[in-house]
């Protein structure tokens, strides 16, 4: 069973940093992509940031710049590290698994129940 369990979530004020870890169980992590996506309040799922089995990145153009996405396939761990955070950056950040060979996110993936980051002072 695919179990995908996001952490560090935190109040971070404008222009701090704030790192999310999410530790995967349940598939092979290293031979997989890996996507970050997010809610804000009120509206729908947006894609941030994608990591391939071979280390290959993409980012949303709305974080581009101040985040990173990273992958520890010892620890079977994905991380995104938000810097520069904007109040716009609130929302609901999720992990997402893709199916085996698939390097574009899709919105039915597998995803896991989230960690809250607020951006306020």
């Known amino acids: 069973e695919v179990q995908l369990v996001e952490s560090g979530g935190d109040l971070v004020q404008p222009g701090g940093s704030v790192t999310l870890s999410c530790v995967a169980s349940g598939f092979t992590f290293s031979i997989v992509a890996m996507s970050w996506v997010r809610q804000a309040p009120g509206k729908g799922l947006e894609w941030v940031s994608t990591i391939t089995s071979g280390n290959s990145v993409r980012y949303a153009d709305s974080v581009k710049g101040r985040f990173a996405i990273s992958r520890d396939n010892a620890k079977n761990t994905l991380y995104l590290q938000l810097n520069s955070v904007k109040r716009e950056d609130t929302a609901m950040y999720y992990c997402?698994?893709?199916?085996?060979?698939?390097?574009?996110?899709?919105?039915?993936?597998?995803r896991g129940q989230g960690t809250q980051v607020t951006v306020s002072s």
């Open positions: 997402a698994k893709h199916p085996y060979g698939r390097s574009s996110y899709a919105y039915n993936y597998s």
